[in-house]
Each structure stands twice: as structure tokens, then as C-alpha cells.
């Protein structure tokens, strides 16, 4: 059985330089900051983490 299966969800620090696994418990009482990405499709985790530099909206004009 997964940690999935098991209810852990897996998390993103604030800082987005950290990710794990976390128990609900743990994850409401000590990373209640944390976003959750658990059923995030890949494309917008990769949005989430490595964002598009704003300087290219200049340029795409």
C-alpha cells in the first residue's frame, strides 16, 4: 500500500525547495503552509515550480 493509499498527502514548502510525503495530522498542525500537490497533473507542478520569467511577457508581445 502507497503513502497515497495510506492518506499522506505530498507537499510543497513555501520556499518551494523542499517536498515530502506528510501525515494529515502533520500536515494541518506543522506545514499547514505547505500547498498540497498530491493530485496535481504534471504540467502545472512544473508551472508551480519553475514559473515563466516575467521579462518574457515583454517579449511575446
Do not use: Y
Amino acid at each position: 500500500m502507497s503513502l497515497r493509499d495510506q492518506g499522506f498527502k505530498f507537499c510543497i514548502s513555501p520556499d518551494k525547495k523542499q517536498g515530502r510525503w506528510l501525515h494529515p495530522s502533520e500536515f494541518k498542525q506543522l506545514h499547514s503552509n505547505w500547498t498540497d500537490v498530491t493530485e496535481w497533473p504534471s504540467e502545472k507542478l512544473v508551472a508551480f515550480l519553475m514559473p515563466m520569467p516575467k521579462q518574457q511577457d515583454l517579449f511575446a508581445a
